[in-house]
């Protein structure tokens, strides 16, 4: 993305003007949006929000509690994941074990065939 597109974008949306004419100087003498312009970006829409949401009186969670149940919530998320490795490893060496079988049903049966065309023909 361009910086005239992204500058393109904040100016047709909702923002304050004062937070496009930061965006507008953040911006200012790029050409190409880095990730370190789309940080800064990204920081001063936050910040936005976050007095919109105090000034309308909507409490957010301490950043510490929202880490925590996120901390909680991967660590769950990794936990089920963990499980699910185990029991696909489980399924997996169940078909391998059962392609063994039949492998070796099948070459028992070709054995048989064998053996009973043999047989036929030797009568």
Sequence with gaps: MTTQELL?????????DATKAAAKAIL???????????????ELIQAELDADFEAAGITLPDSSDVQAAQKEFSDASAAVDAELDA???????QMNELDALKK????T?????ADQI??????
């Design 87 to 93: 029991d696909m490893a489980f399924v997996q060496g």
């Design 104 to 107: 070796q049903v099948d070459t």
């Design 118 to 123: 043999k047989k036929d023909l030797a009568a």
């Design 109 to 113: 049966l070709d054995e048989m065939e």
């Design 8 to 16: 393109s974008f904040i100016s047709e949306s909702p923002l304050s």
């Design 28 to 42: 200012a003498g790029y050409d190409v949006v880095t990730l370190e312009l789309q940080g800064q970006i990204k």
